[in-house]
């Protein structure tokens, strides 16, 4: 191929340090370890919470202002002491570091449902549009709402804290030998035999069944919180974090993925031929749905893995060149990797990294102790803290993600002067989608040509074709379940489905959008929905979907600002000043203003648009088309 492909982020484990909008099990995801302590807690006593304004028989406006004004300058002193709890345990991992690690999440989960609990309060009141926001956001706050209530918030609590472990714990035994979660999707990415890829897919979800009843008990709680808060339930108030009513957002999300969908029919129908070749009718046929568990990922959400099934055997497809070996060839070192990231945003006419980022990152890792190595990026203070924490190599696999972590710095950075309410993206689909826009210009021959590391650009052949097969495989692949899982959750939590319906209602969903089925029937009391850690642990999941549209959309905007003229997946946008102006306005406006009015800053239109993921991947389609002929796609009877 051409060039890299970038490793995708979809959330697991990743760390955006701005912690307002955080549960007990959301806290655990990003920090990449749950921690509990049985000890009573003495580390340093965090400032007394602000009293809320006595409330009269109707709140004021005043009142209102007041009560956002001391839970904002709460929450801002408790998130930069969890930050730095949280990064001296991602760096230093033993007891102590966890143990103060648990203790400080804990506090400013406990903090944050009390403030949202207080926010209902002041429903109806005639406040200012700056007001009624950070109520609004307050509010919004966790993904698990408690009821307002004695004991409800610690029975959701113990309830949450019990799944994540369930899951976390998870083993299952093939063959005499136990297997856990990451050794089970190791086999899978690796194994080329059916009969072991089904007994790991089978395997993994044995460990969900126990989930159900507190799965269930949590769906009933958490919607008793969202009814407290104003919401019909709690799915409802998940979608009313995108400044448009929560029918219309579900609307929206449908309205992209049809933008979308047919070129993913296209993919599914050749990568099920590729694999109907592999391993034949009898395990592969060659029409309908494909096996899940064929495809090389635990839940089927990134093909990436079968690339060596689905390759081009025919045709002109060697590749122009090596980057690993291009890196290594012209001496880089880990630092020198991540000052190439900081090039391509300072070339943009955005200030360098401070200092402080070169003398408090991890970029290597450490060889005296024990770290998180999962790369992701910081913001300790709400200011001018910021940095990376990696393991880093030099490849052009963490050439990527130097870019995309960065990203993430230089959004965090320029919202900076922001109120701590509106110190986040402008919705949660946006901090992902700016990392990974600007990767999408780090992985093209274009840029690689710009900053010295590769000689001449190649020609546009049909070499270009793996490239975008593999990045399609990833991307384009994930994008139906990042839909479905909270299509799934949203279900639950109004009702519409039973307990007694929750697998089969979860299988139906899949086939619908991923044209995907299990590798046989289902027992009775399975529950697959809970073998994905994000519904276990209730991480809203749209925002990847969203992310995946968005990078997209800022490519072909940006590209379009500098008259690009070549194809989407070639442009660069390395040293285009006017793009990075442009760019930090967007990054400025952190949550201050709806999404779209972020979203108009940067690329002219308010309304999101999924033909821009097209229009990259237009080659790669009309190549799937030519080499589908004579198959029956899609995979509905």
Not at 143 to 150: G, K, N, Q, V
Not at 308 to 315: H, M, N, Q, S
Request: aromatic share 12%.
């Amino acid at each position: 191929m051409p060039f890299p492909v970038p490793v995708l982020f979809q959330g697991e484990g990743f760390m955006i340090i701005k912690r307002l909008m955080l549960s007990a099990a959301m806290v655990a995801i990003l920090s990449g370890c749950a921690t509990t302590s049985s000890v009573e807690p003495t580390a340093p006593p965090m400032a007394t919470a602000p009293e809320a304004p006595v409330m009269a028989t109707k709140p004021t406006p005043a009142e209102a202002k007041a009560f956002v004004d001391a839970a904002e300058t709460k929450l801002s002193e408790m998130s930069e002491y969890a930050a730095r709890v949280q990064w001296l345990r991602a760096t230093y991992i033993n007891f102590d570091s966890m143990w103060l690690e648990s203790k400080v999440n804990g506090e400013f989960t406990e903090q944050t449902v009390t403030f949202a609990m207080e926010a209902a309060k002041y429903d109806g009141v005639d406040v200012d549009p700056v007001t009624a926001r950070k109520l609004k956001l307050l509010k919004l706050a966790l993904s698990l709402p408690a009821a307002d209530r004695p004991g409800a918030a610690d029975e959701l609590a113990k309830l949450s804290t019990k799944l994540d472990s369930v899951y976390s714990t998870g083993k299952f035994s093939y063959n005499t030998k136990t297997y856990t979660l990451n050794d089970a999707s190791e086999v899978m990415a690796r194994s080329r035999n059916p009969a072991e890829l089904r007994a790991m897919f089978e395997g993994w979800r044995t460990v969900s069944p126990a989930m159900k009843a507190d799965y269930t008990k949590l769906i009933e709680l958490s919607n008793e919180g969202a009814k407290g808060l104003g919401f019909s339930d709690a799915g409802a108030m998940w979608r009313s974090g995108y400044d448009m009513e929560p029918d219309a957002f579900a609307a929206e999300t449908d309205r992209l993925w049809a933008q979308v969908e047919p070129f993913y029919e296209n993919l599914h129908c050749y990568v099920r031929t590729k694999l109907n070749e592999k391993y034949g009718d009898a395990v592969q046929p060659k029409n309908g749905p494909i096996r899940a568990d064929l495809l090389g990922n635990m839940w089927a959400q990134d093909w990436a893995n079968i690339y060596d099934i689905a390759a081009p055997k025919t045709g002109n497809y060697k590749p122009a060149y090596n980057l690993d070996a291009l890196l290594k060839a012209k001496k880089y070192d880990e630092v020198k990797m991540v000052k190439t990231g900081e090039g391509f945003y300072t070339s943009l006419g955005l200030a360098p990294l401070p200092q402080t980022f070169w003398e408090r990152s991890m970029i290597v890792r450490p060889k005296d102790r024990e770290v998180v190595c999962h790369a992701s990026a910081w913001d300790l203070d709400n200011a001018d803290d910021i940095r990376i924490k990696m393991c880093t190599l030099v490849n052009g696999e963490d050439l990527y993600t130097v870019h995309h972590e960065l990203g993430h710095n230089y959004y965090q950075r320029a919202y900076k002067n922001q109120p701590f309410l509106f110190k986040n993206g402008a919705n949660d689909g946006f901090h992902e989608a700016i990392g990974d826009f600007v990767g999408l210009s780090s992985v093209t021959p274009t840029y690689l040509n710009q900053i010295g590391l590769l000689d001449k650009v190649p020609p546009q052949t049909g070499e270009d074709i793996p490239y975008l097969l593999k990045m399609a495989m990833q991307k384009i692949a994930f994008m139906p379940f990042g839909l479905l899982v909270d299509r799934w959750r949203w279900e639950v939590y109004s009702g519409q489905i039973t307990p007694a319906q929750y697998n089969d209602r979860w299988w139906a969903l899949v086939k619908k959008y991923q044209g995907l089925t299990p590798p046989g029937a289902r027992p009775v009391a399975a529950f697959d929905p809970g073998s994905k850690y994000h519904v276990a642990a209730s991480v809203p999941y749209t925002r990847y979907f969203l992310a995946h549209v968005y990078q997209f959309q800022f490519q072909k905007a940006a590209c379009d600002q500098i008259g690009f003229k070549g194809p989407l997946y070639r442009c660069s946008i390395y040293g285009e000043k006017a793009v990075g102006e442009k760019f930090n306005k967007m990054m400025e406006m952190g949550q201050s203003k709806p999404w779209p009015d972020a979203l108009e800053a940067f690329t002219g239109t308010r309304q999101t648009d999924a033909s821009a993921v097209t229009e990259y991947f237009a080659p790669l389609n009309t190549w799937l088309i030519q080499q589908n002929k004579g198959q029956k796609c899609g995979w509905e009877a």
